[in-house]
């Protein structure tokens, strides 16, 4: 489920209003296998909107026994002077260490409406 919201509060008064949307990812791309200890990196691919207004804000992970979910999302600045051409995230990564020995899955969370994406890495002593 996505929530969208108009940020308040401590922004400046020339800066435009903003929107928090959730990014739809169509791929991601890591290492199938990664011994303990060692970093282990996920890069995002997707649109991250039709103009310039859009741009990638923060991951969400969160993790369970032997699993891993995203959420990623962006801002959207709500303005007249927007620059059409689509946006993309063009490999934002994000690095996590700790893993412990065995198999991994990672869940991309999607927006309502797009399939969820789904891999696995395994991690050997």
């Given at each position: 489920s996505s929530m969208i919201y108009l940020s308040s509060g401590c922004k400046k008064d020339n800066e435009p209003d903003?929107?928090?949307?959730?990014?739809?990812?169509?791929?991601i791309q890591h290492a199938d296998t990664?011994?303990?200890?060692?970093?282990?990196e996920v890069y995002f691919y997707g649109v991250l909107g039709?103009?310039?207004?859009?741009s990638f804000n923060k991951f969400v992970p969160e993790f369970g026994v032997n699993t891993m979910y995203f959420s990623l999302y962006g801002i959207?600045?709500?303005?007249?002077?927007?620059?059409?051409?689509?946006?993309?995230?063009?490999?934002?990564?994000?690095?996590?260490?700790?893993?412990?020995?065995?198999e991994w899955t990672i869940t991309?969370?999607?927006?309502e409406g797009?399939?969820?994406?789904?891999s696995t890495v395994y991690v050997q002593e």
């Open positions: 903003t929107i928090e949307y959730q990014i739809a990812i169509d791929s990664v011994t303990v200890g060692e970093l282990f039709p103009n310039d207004c859009y959207q600045e709500l303005r007249d002077d927007c620059v059409d051409g689509p946006k993309y995230m063009n490999g934002q990564g994000a690095g996590l260490q700790d893993m412990t020995a065995g991309v969370y999607q927006p797009v399939q969820e994406i789904t």
